[in-house]
């Protein structure tokens, strides 16, 4: 089957032709032959079709005229359902627009190598294939209009190509009717002009020559007002002169540098340039090895994100140093990333380089390969710095490097220049966020100091609403220092709405100069489904990212999610803090959130912030089942497609995943709050009462707590109120503010009656019983925690059995009944070891130690107290460590061995102060008792 775009629509096999006599159907075809092998969305067709005011039949006709369009083609599979919209299947060479793009290619591959005949044949083929103009009756369409619009500039290209070819071929003379013919269709197209007087003057006709310059610029300056380029002047010129370069297949020649001017190209140094002595003093060593070693060329490769100032360090080190440079300086903008136009042409850049350098256009060669020769003999033994800025990739460069070491080249880019770095040893300068300090020096060189240091707190907040990216900090002083009466504290406010942030850090006066702008370059230059990726990564509601999740948010394989985030790494869009963990600079966040809104659907955006809360409830039920495998849960949905929880197979793995997500659980249950998404508001910080209680994570333990008792209630779940109320009094009792406890528990218990929920009331009582416990009130606590022992048994619970037995026994201490208390400790144990709750068991251990303490028994004490702190270790309960160490530094120091009692006294208290427990404050000062008995001991002495 063949598709041709390059004129009228038409689609054949064989000899068999296609006919699509519906305007609507073409149209469908078009755009889907647009973006071939890609979903084309729903909307985009519908755009397409109606423009922006579709009908209500929209969807419903656009599925008809997809159905008519698949029995057409008699290929049904050929047009794809791709959510959220249409694929169409086009297979290598069936479309005239994919075999012309690539016979270009191989065209300008050959001229590479300089084969004028296979660059002259391969040309026309490609050039065979137009039958017209693109998309012919279509290009009413915006896109099929801006495609038509690119498939026609590069034919144009390829005709001027094929057009260099023929005459390196000698055709001179048949050239100069067809030449004649461009030259009138397309006035202003200098190339045509330029290679028309060539083939007039090789066919011995000079005046002919002469006189189409002459109407040239009578053209130019009549309907632009402008002369002729540097091209047409310097041809007219070699034409006057009779220069032999001209003749066909003169040696390349480059006129005598006598008394010729240095190129000096750098832009203007930016005025107000502070900071990066790192960078400035990395690119001074690099300097230093100038010119040492011959034949290697030093190559700095400053990559990093867009705005952080890559271009603007590049210029103004160049210009510190350009006295270094006697032979000139060189600078060209590559437009790797930019609105200008599409990224430079090799060939194009040396071209300029090589006029630059005083060759005469004559003498340019037309092919990359001999003009790369050329520039690098003509830099040899010369001392210039070559500045080539904002470079899309390796490959563009690689013909721009000289070949000698006594020149110096300096290469800009958003990439990482991975293959320049391999290639060539090019050294890394990578060029970072300022620092703080480096961004209130820039404010104030703005803003002015008088301002800046006269609202210091608002100067911080204004550097860290602005990220430390230079372009947000120039453009944000800017705003401040147009508007006098603007405070920074004023500015700070205008700044703190997201929504307007991208669009206050903009230039007034061009719109190029803009950190939205900035961003957009990088994000249009990405492929589609990176592009999807950095768009949904916005979504996400916590302040890193893992590649798990990241898989899970994206819906794709682990695998092509790591190259997804790896490509947007490369182009500084993401940055890797730690293996598999990835974080985005804030401002690109709210970019790329702007970008979700604008380019992803809506339910593709709710589906996707939903997939990753699931995947981040899932997996925190699946580490609190290995954290407490005997604690009761609460039920939870089977999880959905592409969101099973990651394998946490040891509670290590289980706390190391809590940990490493710690702030991403916070966020999601802040998210899931205000997205009214009530169920998972709950549920997920509830499910973390394993992690918070061996990781004593008390202000998260209480923020996610009260976030989901707000949407419970909003929703008026009374079943999730009641168990975060257990779980949040239990927090504040840990952290002694027990007002707030006691009022949640008897909440707790009212409503665990009122909904019949006995395994609520008896968790709270026996939690109550804690805090009654830990404020001496003993007769209440036994109450409280007996309630409870008799609520477990009724209804099997062994875990919750096992904790009243366990808080049983620690009462029966404290009450001087330690024999009653070692009772209940040792069933405590064995039921925490029937349901392998290792917490429970480092817990009891720890018990034990104190009661056989108590009972003088020292040596079951420590043996206890040590397996209490070993079972601690090995699940990271740092917590029940520090209380392990407390007890084994009592019972050394009951056996008179005080050496050893305040060395774990001391690593009790390393572990608490960490902590922040307050058990602190009680370690801290049995250890300052210590040392004073011990001095009055040695004074006495």
């Not at 070559?386 to 800009?412: E, F, R």
């Not at 973390?688 to 009260?706: A, K």
């Not at 040792?826 to 720890?846: M, N, P, Y």
């Not at 210590?930 to 006495?940: D, T």
Request: charged share 25%; proline share 5%; with cysteine.
């Amino acid at each position: 089957m063949r598709f041709g775009v390059l004129g009228p629509l038409s689609v054949t096999e064989g000899e068999r032709a296609f006919e699509l006599t519906s305007f609507k159907l073409r149209l469908v075809l078009a755009v889907l032959l647009r973006h071939a092998n890609s979903p084309v969305s729903d909307d985009l067709l519908a755009d397409a079709l109606w423009g922006g005011r579709p009908p209500r039949s929209a969807p419903a006709n656009l599925r008809m005229y997809v159905h008519t369009l698949r029995r057409t083609l008699g290929r049904p599979e050929r047009i794809a359902r791709i959510a959220p919209g249409y694929a169409l299947t086009v297979e290598p060479g069936e479309l005239d627009a994919q075999r012309f793009a690539d016979l270009v290619g191989r065209g300008r591959s050959a001229g590479e190598c300089a084969d004028a005949s296979a660059v002259h044949a391969t040309l026309s083929e490609a050039l065979a294939l137009w039958r017209g103009d693109a998309y012919t009756g279509l290009t009413e369409v915006p896109p099929l209009h801006d495609e038509a619009v690119r498939l026609d500039e590069l034919r144009l290209a390829a005709i001027e190509e094929h057009v260099s070819a023929g005459l390196d071929l000698g055709r001179h003379g048949e050239l100069v009717p067809e030449l004649r013919a461009l030259a009138a269709e397309h006035p202003l197209r200098e190339g045509y002009r330029a290679q028309l007087m060539l083939a007039l003057y090789r066919s011995g006709r000079q005046a002919e020559a002469l006189e189409v310059y002459r109407e040239t610029r009578r053209v130019l300056t009549e309907e632009l007002g402008i002369e002729p380029g540097l091209r047409l002047r310097r041809l007219e010129a070699a034409v006057l002169a009779g220069d032999p370069s001209l003749d066909l297949a003169a040696p390349v020649r480059a006129v005598p540098q006598a008394g010729r001017p240095a190129p000096q190209q750098l832009p203007a140094d930016v005025s107000g340039f502070s900071g990066r002595t790192g960078e400035l003093a990395k690119l001074a060593g690099l300097l230093q090895e100038t010119g040492t070693r011959p034949n290697t060329v030093v190559i700095a490769s400053m990559s990093g994100m867009a705005g952080v100032g890559k271009t603007t360090l590049a210029v103004h080190w160049a210009h510190r140093v350009r006295h270094r440079f006697p032979d000139g300086t060189l600078f060209v903008d590559l437009r790797g990333y930019s609105r200008a136009g599409p990224p430079a042409r090799p060939d194009e850049v040396l071209d300029g380089f090589l006029r630059a350098l005083h060759v005469p256009p004559a003498a340019i060669p037309s092919t990359l390969e001999e003009r790369a020769a050329l520039y690098r003999s003509q830099l040899d033994r010369r001392r210039m710095l070559i500045v080539l800025d904002n470079a899309a990739s390796s490959a563009q460069v690689s013909s721009l490097l000289p070949g000698t070491g006594d020149c110096m080249a300096v290469v800009t880019s958003r990439g990482s220049m991975s293959g320049l770095v391999v290639r060539t040893g090019a050294r890394r300068v990578p060029v970072d966020l300022l620092s703080q300090a480096d961004s209130l020096a820039l404010l104030r060189e703005v803003i002015g100091a008088v301002r800046v240091d006269a609202e210091p707190g608002a100067a911080v907040e204004l550097t860290r609403l602005c990220a430390n990216l230079p372009l947000a900090l120039r453009l944000a002083a800017e705003r401040a220092a147009i508007r006098p009466r603007l405070t920074l504290a004023g500015l700070t406010r205008e700044l703190q709405d997201e929504r307007r942030r991208l669009d206050l850090l903009a230039a007034a006066d061009d719109e190029t100069v803009a950190v939205r702008a900035a961003f957009h370059w990088s994000y249009r230059a990405l492929p589609p489904d990176a592009a999807r990726t950095f768009r949904l990564l916005g979504l996400h509601p916590g302040p890193d990212i893992g590649l798990d999740a990241a898989a899970v948010l994206t819906a794709q394989e682990t695998r092509l999610a790591r190259q997804q985030l790896e490509a947007l790494t490369d182009v500084h869009l993401l940055q890797e803090t730690m293996p598999g963990r990835f974080r985005m600079h804030d401002l690109l966040r709210v970019y790329a959130r702007d970008r979700a809104t604008a380019d992803e659907p809506e339910p593709e955006r709710d589906a996707a912030v939903r997939r990753v809360l699931d995947w981040y409830l899932h997996t925190a039920d699946a580490a609190d089942r290995v954290l407490m495998p005997g604690r009761r849960r609460v039920p939870l949905d089977p999880p959905r497609q592409a969101c099973e929880p990651a394998a946490l197979p040891s509670p290590g793995a289980a706390l190391t995943w809590c940990e490493e997500e710690r702030l991403n659980l916070v966020a999601a249950t802040r998210h899931a709050a205000e997205a009214g998404l009530h169920d998972v508001a709950w549920k997920l910080p509830f499910t973390l009462w394993s992690y918070f209680s061996l990781r004593t994570r008390w202000t998260d333990w209480i923020v996610t707590h009260d976030l989901g008792l707000a949407a419970v209630r909003d929703g008026g779940d009374r079943y999730g109120e009641a168990h975060l109320l257990t779980s949040i009094a239990n927090a504040y009792r840990d952290v002694h503010r027990f007002d707030e406890a006691f009022e949640r528990f008897a909440a707790a218990v009212a409503m665990g009656r009122e909904i019949g929920e006995p395994w609520i009331e008896a968790s709270a009582r026996t939690l109550r019983s804690v805090a009654l416990t830990d404020l001496r009130r003993f007769d209440e606590a036994m109450g409280d925690c007996t309630s409870a022992d008799r609520i477990f048994r009724a209804i099997g619970d062994r875990w919750g059995e096992a904790w009243a037995r366990y808080q049983l026994g620690e009462i029966c201490g404290r009450i001087r009944r330690p024999a009653e208390g070692i009772e209940h400790s040792r069933q405590a144990l064995a039921l925490f070891e029937q349901v392998e709750d290792h917490w429970g068991i480092s817990r009891t251990l720890w018990a034990l130690g104190l009661a056989y303490r108590d009972l003088g028994r020292l040596e079951e004490a420590e043996d206890h107290s040590r397996r209490a702190l070993d079972a601690a270790r090995a699940i990271g309960n740092r917590l029940g460590e520090g209380f392990a160490l407390l007890n084994l530094g009592k019972i050394r120091n009951d056996a008179g061995d005080t050496l050893a009692a305040h060395r774990l006294w001391r690593q009790a208290l390393t572990i608490f102060e960490q902590l922040g427990a307050p058990q602190a404050d009680r370690v801290r000062a049995r250890l300052t008792a210590a040392n004073g008995a011990q001095g009055v001991q040695r004074s006495g002495a």
